[in-house]
Structure formats: C-alpha cells, structure tokens
C-alpha cells in the first residue's frame, strides 16, 4: 500500500523547545517538500528535496531545518528560532522536481506551541 | 504576493448545481495543477494542464486554461455534498536557475460548500 506518512497527528510543544516532525513515502519518489499551512490560507514551501543528500529552502526557511539521508524520508525540525511555529504542516513528495508531476500529500501535523 | 489567487474565497451551492472556481496568476508557467483539500487533510491531486493545452476534462471536473489572460477555471459539474472541501490551484515557478528547479506555489484556495 503505497503512500506518504506523516506523524504524529498532533504535536504540541512548549515555547524554546526544538520538535522534529516524521515524513516517509514509500513511493519511490525522488523530490520531497515540506509546506506550512495557516488557518485560511495556502501552503507556503518551507524546504524541498530533489535527490537524497541535498535539500533546497523554500519561501520561509527561516527557524526550519531538514536533512534528507535516506530517499524515503525527509525530517523536518522546527527549531525556537521560528517566531510563529503553530501550524499546520504537510509533507508531499512527487517522481521528480520538476513542477510538472503531482504532488502527493501526506495527512499532516498539527503543531501546537505554547 | 501571491503567483496564484484563487477567485471566490468562498463558494456555496446546491447539490446538484455545477460549482466554478476561478485562478489567476502572474507569470508565465509550463503548466497549472488543481488540487483539493478536506478540513484537515491533506490535499489531493485533481488535474494538471500544461500550457500549450486549453480544456482537461476527468470525470465531473474540467479544467480550462488561458495563458494570454493568465487564468484557469475549475468546472466542476452535478455538484455532490461529498464535493465539500477546499480547492487550490498551483502554478509551476522557478525557484533556482538550472535544470528541474520549478516548485509548485499554491493559492488561497476557493472553500466549496455543497448542501444537500
């Protein structure tokens, strides 16, 4: 059964404190991407993968860092330098990054900083 | 800003009407992608249409593409309640010089309610 995982569900976590959220596919899929969504709005790309052992930022790095050692997984840690860390975030990978293949989503975690 | 803005916010209809969302965007792209999202899910790949392509259809949807106004339609016909969710279109844009360096950036999203 083929797919892409995310976990956990739910996250919460104090203020200061550094959080790795999991994503693996089991899809063969080179390129992987973490996007953050807020309430009402679209997904902002954080960091993508093209290829195992590299990783691009995305429009809003910045407090986020990846590492991508093994082609289906591709951590994502929130560190406490991100000002505004509540939210909801959603890994995807596709076959290639190119912008012409489909994305394919993970269920997301929702993370909560207090 | 925005590469796609996704036009009306909000859309409510009944079952059975067809449901037209509109996306706008800046640049020139080599394709368009509609993609759907349930309240707290992730989202899910509906079409993609690449830019020498004027209509896609799959199913109920259809998809139409004009490059000289820089916009897309969402079409999607006999509405069902199932058919509630939110619907984003992504557009390619180049994100590092060099081959295979296009990433998707995605709109607000139109929130579709059907009520039975």
């Known amino acids: 059964d083929g797919g892409i995982t995310q976990s956990p569900k739910y996250l919460f976590r104090k203020e200061g404190q550094n959080v790795t959220l999991s994503c693996e596919q089991n899809?063969?899929?080179?390129?992987m991407y973490w996007y953050r969504q807020d309430p009402g709005q679209g997904l902002r790309l954080i960091y993508y993968?093209?290829?195992?052992?590299?990783?691009q930022k995305g429009d809003i790095a910045e407090g986020y860092s990846v590492s991508r050692e093994k082609k289906e997984s591709f951590p994502l840690t929130v560190t406490s330098a991100q000002k505004n860390p509540t939210a909801f975030y959603l890994c995807?990978?596709?076959?290639?990054?190119?912008?012409?293949?489909?994305?394919?989503f993970g269920p997301g975690t929702r993370l909560t900083v207090t | 800003s925005q590469q796609g803005e996704e036009d009306p916010q909000a859309l409510s209809i009944q079952e059975g009407e067809n449901a037209t969302m509109n996306c706008s965007y800046k640049?020139?792209?080599?394709?368009l992608q509609w993609y759907r999202q349930n309240s707290g899910r992730g989202l899910v790949h509906l079409i993609l249409?690449?830019?020498?392509?004027r209509e896609k259809h799959s199913g109920r949807l259809r998809v139409t593409l004009d490059t000289s106004k820089k916009s897309s339609s969402l079409l999607i016909t006999a509405s069902r309640a199932a058919d509630t969710a939110s619907y984003f279109c992504?557009?390619?844009?180049?994100?590092?010089?060099?081959?295979?360096?296009?990433?998707?950036?995605f709109g607000k999203g139109t929130k579709l309610s059907v009520i039975p």
């Open positions: 992504a557009t390619d844009v180049l994100k590092r010089s060099g081959a295979g360096s296009y990433q998707l950036t």
């Open positions: 249409i690449r830019s020498n392509e």
């Open positions: 993968s093209q290829i195992v052992n590299d990783f």
């Open positions: 995807a990978s596709s076959a290639a990054g190119t912008g012409d293949y489909e994305q394919y």
């Open positions: 640049t020139s792209i080599n394709n």
């Open positions: 899809l063969n899929h080179d390129a």
